[in-house]
């Protein structure tokens, strides 16, 4: 069986490899100039500089065993300090300062208000109606930032954090896995997955047109058997009618991210800060250098601010010279920054990371029922399943074995 899989970004890459084990021949059409989507790594002289995710919370060992890149993981070292942005303080997390913003008493009687989730709530409500106003109206804004770049009380508590429904948040135990990256960036990543697919990747290939034929698809008059939607929601409503009005109920934020080098000396070391005011131009800032070697050069210190987002799109929108001012700006307020920056890129997203806010899983269903009217057609990708690097992977092997199989989700 040929298989056309449409994005060469992780989801479709995992896609493009675990379609071989079945006997499949995958062919990805990447429309950029690269494998990765927004996984990738830039490498400018002594800064290197990321133009997605950081660092990866969940194993990829089968991935990176293909890859050969076991060897150049590397996890953040410390000090991995985090701080928080409230009441115009920077504030230590955990410290005394923010348990107090926090409301401590009502929080600790949370095993007391630990009933099951029911239906389908905002995460700020969960979290309120469990913690109380203060604590939960706190704890929603820094979950929603930092995974979402999301409105509290849009997202949904049940798709966007599902383990929210496993009881008790305080007594529950806590099994987290390190955070890891790779010595080049985590771009590395579908840079060599890539490469050992070799010439069924094709870079610079657009499709622009997707139509079923008697035999299966055609992509751009070339004909397959099968396809793998490994592209953004918005991008699959242009190339499948079919599914356009359902595929365009699912939303996603725009996401800007401006790196700037300064003197090591003027920044603080530790993982990063949390605006938890919504005052600040920069939903939240990373401190690259800090943990990871080979970031930046010695003697200086590489910040990554994250702008945008579901609460301030229009910021994402600003004109480069606008966006790094303000971000220097808030850098200056609050973590102290204050020289000519050395260094200085923007990475640009119109769409960056899904939203998945109240009524998801139905809006997914429903796409899902009318895929279930396209025989041979596959969906994949941040959109559907979850957003991380490991969700997104394991969506594009999933959709490649249900070509496989009859269609289950």
């Known amino acids: 069986m040929r298989v056309a899989v449409i994005g060469g970004g992780v989801a479709g890459l995992s896609a493009a490899w675990e379609l071989p084990r079945s006997g499949a021949e995958p062919v990805v059409f990447e429309a950029g100039k690269r494998a990765g989507g927004k996984v990738g790594s830039v490498r400018e002289g002594p800064w290197l500089t990321e133009d997605g995710p950081h660092f990866i919370a969940q194993p990829m060992d089968s991935l990176l065993d293909v890859a050969g890149l076991q060897g150049a993981l590397l996890e953040p070292q410390p000090p991995k300090t985090r701080w928080v942005w409230l009441g115009n303080q920077r504030l ?26 029911e239906g389908d709530t905002s995460l700020r409500a969960f979290l309120v109606q469990r913690l109380g106003v203060r604590a939960g109206e706190l704890l929603s804004t820094l979950m929603a930032s930092g995974v979402y770049a999301g409105d509290p ?41 890539a490469a050992r697919l070799g010439a069924r990747v094709r870079l610079n290939a657009k499709v622009s047109a997707l139509v079923p034929s008697t035999a299966g698809w055609l992509v751009d008059g070339d004909g397959f058997d099968a396809v793998v939607l490994a ?40 993982f990063g800060l949390l605006d938890a005011s919504s005052s600040l131009r920069f ?22 601010a994250i702008c945008g987002g579901a609460r301030h799109p229009e910021i994402a929108r600003l004109p480069d010279a606008q966006l ?11 973590l102290g920054a204050s020289s000519e920056p050395q260094y200085q890129r923007v990475v640009r ?20 029922a009318l895929l279930l009217e396209l025989p041979r057609l596959e969906l994949a990708g941040a959109a559907y399943d979850g957003v991380s690097v490991p969700d997104v992977a394991r969506s594009g092997a999933r959709a490649a074995a249900r070509l496989q199989s009859p269609r289950s989700w």
Request: aromatic share 4%; charged share 20%; glycine share 8%.
């Open 349 to 368: 997203y119109s769409e960056a990371i899904p939203q998945y806010e109240v009524g998801h899983e139905e809006r997914v269903q429903a796409v899902r």
């Open 92 to 117: 230590r997390a955990p410290s005394l300062g923010l348990l107090q913003q926090l409301g401590l008493p009502r929080a600790l009687l949370e095993p007391l208000f630990a009933r099951p989730l």
């Open 231 to 270: 592209v953004p929601s918005s991008v699959a409503a242009t190339l499948v009618p079919r599914l356009a009005e359902a595929l365009g109920k699912l939303r996603s934020a725009p996401v800007a991210l401006v790196h700037l080098g300064f003197p090591a000396r003027e920044l603080p070391r530790g």
């Open 153 to 193: 009380a849009r997202l949904s508590a049940r798709s966007a954090f599902p383990s929210l429904a496993q009881g008790s948040l305080l007594l529950r135990r806590r099994r987290r896995s390190p955070l890891w990256s790779l010595r080049e960036g985590l771009g590395s990543l579908p840079l060599a997955l």
């Open 324 to 334: 790094i001012e303000a971000v220097r700006e808030d850098v200056k307020r609050t």
């Open 283 to 304: 939903v939240g800032a990373l401190l690259p250098s800090s943990m990871l070697p080979g970031r930046a050069p010695e003697g200086s210190a590489l910040l990554t």
